[in-house]
Nanobody, 126 residues
Framework: QVQLVESGGGLVQAGGSLRLSCAAS????????MAWFRQAPGKEREFVAG????????YYTDSVKGRFTISRDNAKNTVYLQMNSLKPEDTAVYYC???????????????????WGQGTQVTVSS
């Protein structure tokens, strides 16, 4: 069974930075697309960033382009989300997700992902 554990969330002032980590276990890390989603109170869960199974391509929602960077380290079974120039609008619970099928294309739809972490809270104060 695949398990994902997020860490690195916290409270930061606007303009600051945080780096989220997602550690995976239960299967070989390489060969699977990974993604970050976030959900703010009263809002739908939304796609933030994704990385192809090979690590060669990354994808971002428009609101975070130029500020967030997703990366993966297969040797450490970990995917990261570096968040710079944070805004109050970025406040949400951030979730790491992956698919059950290998070598799949990155998707922006939450329902296309089979495994999720418990989430880590990111709060950006103004």
């Amino acid at each position: 069974q695949v398990q994902l554990v997020e860490s690195g969330g916290g409270l930061v002032q606007a303009g600051g930075s945080l780096r989220l980590s997602c550690a995976a276990s239960g299967r070989t890390f390489s060969g699977y697309a990974m993604a970050w989603f976030r959900q703010a109170p009263g809002k739908e869960r939304e796609f933030v960033a994704g990385v192809k199974w090979s690590g060669g391509s990354t994808y971002y929602t428009d609101s975070v382009k130029g500020r967030f960077t997703i990366s993966r380290d297969n040797a450490k079974n970990t995917v990261y989300l570096q968040m710079n120039s944070l805004k109050p609008e970025d406040t949400a619970v951030y979730y790491c997700a992956t698919k059950s099928a290998p070598y799949g294309v990155t998707s922006t739809t939450p329902g296309h992902y089979d495994y999720w972490g418990q989430g880590t809270q990111v709060t950006v104060s103004s």
